[in-house]
């Protein structure tokens, strides 16, 4: 990656520097890494700090002034919360009455506990000073509001109690803050948490992390409490460092991915030069993190692409499951070797080169398409002007078709296994030769293959048919019925040779693994072709841009067997395909356009092709900052 952009003769501009926000630039982040540290001194303090932090249980009786309290507070309130839902709650209790209840509440749980212990045990716990509620004269009770839905909070719909979490890192805050000013602060947790709620009057949601005591320490302890009792030890560290990943018990290791992600320096490197930029950062959105991930992958200086078009014929349409007669697939097939079909006008009009792909379509003649290399290909036209043909110099047509039988997904797998592997490595080598033109698009056409699409969907994501299949090019509801029971027989039929459907749910072992068998079974041939080309370009380090559905599962597929796949793609769009987007949404995927696009061929990868190369030649000609 050259990084030059614009010519280094150009005039550099004066770097706009907001006056909100981040004011340093990535030319300054880059030559000082470590700038934001805040000295030496305060390091250190900060060391002393951490290591004086003590759980205090004896207190003086004297007050705390109401300033010292607000500090602690406004430590708690700047802790750091997962999506900033700041969802602590702080009850400051200073009643001596309510206090006295809740050490009574204590004394009962104190005893309570104790009796689940050994009589040694539980006479050596009854010996220790656990909590200061009556002799401490503030009370915090640091509560968590969980009244907002997790999906509604950034970072909660994984990991649900992130918002306990989140009231945890206050609590720590208000220790540390309280320990630099000299204040004691104990956490006690002797409590049934519903019981300290009534106390309180905590509305129902809202839960309680339990009772911090703060006030002036009547010790100042120099270990922790409990390791001075002998009641446990401080463990050290290097016996809680795991590196990598658990051992102990753990499954199978995740697979090794012999196809390098862009590293960390190619990533950094590409959002340091569009930083560079006389625009605001990330001006073109989307757009622009697609860019940088095509710079990060392949270098700022692509300025094509090729649209790799595969076509294929399906035996799944002799059930009724599309409005076009099977034929149209050898008609796009010609038409794309004329450059006239619209995949390819579109790939033409975007400035990309096309590669057309016979992946097994009958030329009419209950032959196949002749694409000897030595010779002009013969391609039949049956469109309405009655037959005729095509001549055409057979340097812009592959052969990958299948040798083997082929399936209609109800009654017989859709190829052999055999076959699958075959295209898979003629698909390899294909798409490595197109990546040394740039970007890498992704085209099927073959009548029927949305139903295929989608079994190969539910297969992959464990959907029901109902949740995959889609009304499809001029479908009408009985096609849309029809093509739901073919999937649904499909899936019953290999239920049993398919893994478990989700790439989560699988170990690393048998992810690639299944998803060929799933490609064999329900899949068709264009699709494992294309699954090679992602593979083939990626190890050529080229950027793929993805098309519709069946544009876009060859590279899930590709993700499966070498998981390092998913840093070269780019979605192009997001199709009116049912199960397009949840396709997406597993490769962590967000779509550059959403046009509602039935065509296609490629064209949406193209389209969005277009836009990169057109930003791509922006950024490089843009003005500079210095």
Same mark, same amino acid.
């Given at each position: 990656?050259?990084?030059?952009? &614009? ?47 003590? /759980?205090?249980? $004896? ?64 006479? $050596? ?16 009770? +640091? ?44 956490? +006690? ?118 649209? +790799? ?72 036209? &049956? ?24 399936? /209609? ?69 009985? #096609? ?80 499966? #067997? ?65």
């Amino acid at each position: 990656m050259s990084g030059s952009g &614009a010519d280094d003769a150009s005039p550099r501009y004066a770097r706009p520097v907001p006056s909100v926000g981040d004011a340093s630039s990535a030319a300054e982040r880059r030559a000082d890494p470590a700038g934001w540290a805040m000295g030496a001194d305060v390091v250190a303090a900060l060391d002393q700090v951490v290591g004086g932090r003590r /759980d205090i249980r $004896r207190y003086r009786p004297d007050p705390v002034p109401e300033e010292l309290l607000r500090q602690v507070l406004e430590a708690g309130h700047a802790a750091p919360s997962v999506g900033h839902s700041q969802p602590w709650r702080f009850v400051v209790v200073t009643d001596p009455l309510t206090r006295d209840r809740a050490a009574a509440m204590a004394d009962r749980c104190r005893l309570d506990q104790a009796h689940l212990l050994t009589d040694d045990r539980a006479a $050596r716990m009854l010996d220790l000073k656990l909590e200061g509620l009556r002799e401490a004269p503030v009370g915090v009770v +640091v509560a968590c509001d969980r009244r907002t839905p997790a999906s509604g909070v950034l970072g909660r719909a994984t990991f649900h109690d992130a918002d306990l979490w989140s009231c945890a890192a206050a609590v720590e805050n208000m220790w540390l803050a309280a320990r630099a000013r000299g204040l004691g602060m104990g956490w +006690v947790t002797l409590f049934e948490p519903a019981a300290l709620a009534d106390l309180l009057g905590l509305p129902e949601g809202v839960e309680t992390l339990g009772w911090m005591c703060l006030g002036w320490p009547d010790e100042r302890p120099p270990e922790p409490g409990l390791q001075r009792a002998a009641w446990s030890r401080k463990v050290p560290l290097d016996e809680v460092i795991v590196r990598e990943r658990w051992s102990e018990g753990a499954g199978p290791a995740p697979a090794r991915s012999y196809l390098a992600a862009p590293s960390a320096d190619q990533l950094v490197s590409a959002t340091d030069a569009a930083d560079e930029l006389l625009s605001p950062p990330e001006s073109l959105g989307v757009l622009d993190r697609a860019i940088s991930r095509v710079v990060a992958c392949a270098g700022d200086a692509v300025a094509g692409g090729t649209l +790799v078009l595969a076509a294929a014929d399906q035996p799944v349409t002799a059930h009724g499951v599309s409005a076009y007669p099977a034929s149209t697939t050898r008609d796009i097939l010609a038409a794309s070797l004329a450059g006239t079909s619209l995949g390819a006008t579109t790939a033409s009009a975007g400035g990309l080169g096309v590669v057309v792909v016979d992946a097994g379509v009958d030329d009419g003649t209950d032959g196949e398409v002749d694409t000897d290399a030595d010779d002009p290909v013969e391609v039949i036209h &049956a469109g309405e002007g009655g037959a005729h043909h095509l001549d055409r110099e057979v340097s812009s047509l592959r052969d990958a078709r299948p040798r083997d039988a082929r399936g /209609d997904l109800v009654g017989a797998d859709a190829m052999t296994r055999a076959d699958v592997d075959r295209l898979l490595a003629r698909g390899r080598e294909i798409g490595a030769g197109a990546a040394s033109d740039g970007l890498v698009c992704l085209g099927e056409a073959g009548v029927g293959n949305t139903t295929t699409a989608a079994a190969l969907a539910c297969a992959l994501l464990g959907l029901e048919p109902q949740d995959a299949v889609g009304l499809g090019a001029g479908s009408d509801a009985e #096609i849309v019925a029809r093509k739901r029971e073919v999937v649904a027989a499909a899936l019953a039929r290999t239920a049993g040779q398919r893994g478990p459907g989700h790439g989560g749910a699988q170990s690393a072992e048998t992810a690639g693994e299944d998803a060929l068998q799933a490609l064999a079974a329900v899949g068709g041939p264009e699709m494992a072709v294309l699954t090679g080309v992602v593979l083939g370009a990626v190890e050529q380090g080229a950027a793929v841009v993805l098309d519709g559905l069946a544009g876009s599962l060859p590279a899930l597929v590709a993700a499966r #067997i070498e998981p390092g796949v998913q840093a070269h793609l780019v979605a192009g769009h997001v199709s009116r395909e049912r199960a397009h987007a949840l396709v997406l949404r597993e490769l962590g995927l967000e779509p550059l356009l959403a046009l509602r696009l039935r065509a296609g061929e490629g064209v949406g990868a193209c389209l969005a092709a277009s836009m990169l190369l057109q930003g791509l030649a922006a950024r490089r000609a843009t003005a500079r900052t210095r």
